[in-house]
């Protein structure tokens, strides 16, 4: 705990927690900008449902990129200050130094997984969404796209501890990114591929079309639950490649 | 002097496999956009202008400018590692050498990605089997969109030379993509950096630009270019460097 406490304490001045909220400003203002206008166009859009696919779909292309960049500025601080060999001789296990910025990451994520909650939820009630507000289906939007966070910041602290050049990590969630966007558009086979599908892939809200009218369909919990436990796994297996890598890496 | 610096970025770049990222980011968003237009070439009859429209848009609206913030940033970590920023001032150089070779040698990279990208959708219409000759407007598209592409250097070269961070400029550019967006949408395209790529590239709509259009997106880019750069020339002459 000590570790992750050092951690937030070095990004004290680095305003990440105000970047996400800036950078999520553009997305939510976005998001739901194209809310409203399909509400105009077609008043049966408007809903909770629709507002919350409408998110996700757009976190596909977002919250990669974040990730890249809240990953990319904890560990380019030490790249960039020299300090990893200061740190090693502090006597901490270089997995347990991995963790502690892997977890503070998460929590940066985190953070931002809550204001789109809040977000959604602050909007409905302004729009004068008439149905009460769907906290069971909010916490599972909030799960799913946290999760999928989890599994993209594993690969990315990978990339960024283990090659010093940011540019390559950056790359990484750039492409993530756009792979997160047209993920609905390939095969569900190959979109399993690719861990940036899971943002709509975890969504609890699937839009479909029937008899060329869109629809939003609540997915079943369970239909989910396999889809997350091997994302989970996926997600632990490139966290310990990761960890195990750069720890036996030269500093 | 200029020259001297240009070498001097040259050389900085050796090394750095900047050119794996140049490469990767054009041929993903070809290959995503050749494989949408193959499927659906039932709808996308327009051949080489469905084509463009396809490859064009995730490349012109989100890759390109987010490869130059990549770029760009990476052109000034060297100066923000070790206190170069230092060496970098004491060096018997001026401030304007410094930064317009580095916004030459980003103009060049972008010539290379411009040019490869034009292979690239060649050859992905040539292998979705379109016979037909390429669109007259082609060579307007790649120049515009170089053009614009050095205004959002010029931009980018002052946010990452400002900003230490790696990360933190190409975000803030990644931000400016959404409001170019919008800019135009609004109707307001050659009026803002990442909009005038929009524009310039006809990625959301390939009719031809008119003279007098063709006139003020040269100017405004002139402009953004002067601006920018000598504000940013300016920074760096007047205030401290922090190594």
């Given amino acids: ?251 | 002097m200029l020259r001297h610096c240009i070498s001097a970025e040259w050389m900085k770049l050796r090394h750095s496999y900047i050119w794996i990222i140049l490469m990767i980011l054009p041929v993903i968003s070809v290959l995503i956009g050749s494989a949408n237009f193959y499927m659906n070439q039932g709808v996308l009859t327009k051949e080489w202008y469905s084509l463009w429209s396809q490859v064009g848009l995730f490349y012109g609206e989100f890759f390109f400018p987010v490869l130059i913030a990549i770029c760009c940033a990476y052109m000034w970590r060297l100066e923000h590692h070790n206190k170069n920023w230092n060496m970098i001032m004491t060096a018997p150089v001026s401030t304007n050498s410094i930064f317009l070779s580095k916004l030459i040698v980003v103009g060049i990279l972008m010539i290379f990605v411009q040019i490869i990208f034009f292979i690239l959708y060649f050859l992905g219409g040539k292998l979705a089997g379109i016979t037909g000759g390429l669109p007259g407007e082609l060579l307007g598209w790649l120049l515009r969109g170089w053009i614009a592409a050095l205004t959002i250097g010029a931009l980018q070269l002052a946010l990452s030379m400002r900003i230490r961070s790696f990360a933190a400029p190409i975000g803030i550019g990644l931000c400016a993509v959404f409001i170019g967006l919008g800019m135009y949408v609004i109707h307001l395209g050659l009026f803002f950096p990442h909009s005038l790529l929009t524009t310039g590239m006809g990625v959301l709509s390939q009719t031809s630009l008119s003279s007098g259009e063709n006139l003020l997106f040269i100017i405004m880019n002139l402009l953004y270019i002067v601006v920018i750069s000598t504000g940013a020339i300016y920074r760096m002459r007047k205030s401290d460097v922090v190594a």
């Fill in chain 1, 1 to 251: 705990m000590n570790v992750v406490n050092l951690e937030l304490y070095k990004l004290r001045h680095k305003h990440l927690f105000l970047m996400v909220a800036l950078f999520l400003l553009v997305e939510i203002g976005w998001a739901f900008m194209a809310s409203s206008m399909s509400v105009s166009r077609n008043p049966d859009n408007g809903g909770w449902e629709p507002l919350i696919a409408m998110l996700s779909s757009m976190n596909g292309l977002f919250l990669p990129i974040l990730s890249a960049i809240c990953v990319s500025r904890i560990c380019d601080m030490e790249h960039k200050g020299n300090t990893w060999k200061l740190l090693l001789t502090a006597s901490v296990r270089r997995g347990k130094l991995y963790a502690a910025k892997y977890i503070s990451a998460s929590i940066i994520m985190l953070w931002a997984c809550m204001l789109q909650v809040l977000a959604i939820i602050a909007f409905g009630i302004i729009n004068g969404i008439g149905q009460s507000v769907p906290l069971f289906l909010l916490i599972r939007f909030l799960i799913g796209t946290a999760l999928t966070n989890m599994i993209i910041i594993a690969l990315q602290q990978w990339v960024s501890m283990a090659v010093k050049n940011q540019a390559f990590a950056l790359s990484l969630g750039m492409v993530g990114g756009f792979l997160g966007l047209v993920a609905d558009l390939l095969p569900s086979g190959v979109r399993r591929i690719f861990v940036w599908s899971y943002y709509t892939g975890l969504c609890p809200i699937t839009q479909s079309y029937i008899s060329e009218k869109m629809q939003f369909i609540v997915r079943d919990i369970s239909s989910l639950l396999p889809v997350a436990a091997m994302l989970i796994v996926a997600g632990i297996v490139i966290y310990l490649a990761g960890s195990i890598h750069v720890s036996r890496q030269e500093v």
